[in-house]
């Protein structure tokens, strides 16, 4: 189950495309909210690779909510959770976008795709 190619349907796209790839987006996510089981992190107790991937697409969820009117928390609470956790910690917080300036550079470059 891919989690990339569908998260760009649900900001990008519009109608029933959008609304399919909202689906297979939350079926992505919540296969991966699956995998972090009982532990905090994907890595078990502490941050590792795959929470690392992961997290870049974490500042979009805003960007994915907003425009594909859902609510990430209330379909994988978990990982949202856990997402939260993870912009807690200095290096992540530092080294990546606010969600709203992610959100913002997403309405501009949704304008000049129309």
């Given at each position: 189950m891919?989690?990339?190619?569908p998260?760009d ?7 029933e495309?959008?609304?399919a ?8 996510i919540?296969?991966?909210?699956g995998e ?7 890595g078990?107790e502490?941050?590792?690779f795959?929470d ?6 974490y500042y ?5 909510e ?7 928390a209330a ?5 949202a ?11 992540v917080?530092a ?12 309405v ?7």
């Open positions: 891919a989690v990339y190619p998260s349907k649900v900001w990008a796209a519009n109608g495309e959008q609304e790839g909202k689906k297979e987006f939350i079926d992505g919540k296969l991966l909210e972090l089981k009982s532990n905090p992190d994907f078990g502490t941050l590792g795959l690392i991937a992961f997290l870049p697409l979009w969820f805003h960007t994915f907003t425009f594909g009117k859902f609510s990430i379909e994988c609470p978990k990982l959770a856990w997402g939260k956790r993870c912009m807690e910690e200095e290096f917080y080294s990546l976008p606010h969600p709203h300036k992610v959100y913002d550079l997403a501009e470059y949704k304008k000049k795709l129309i």
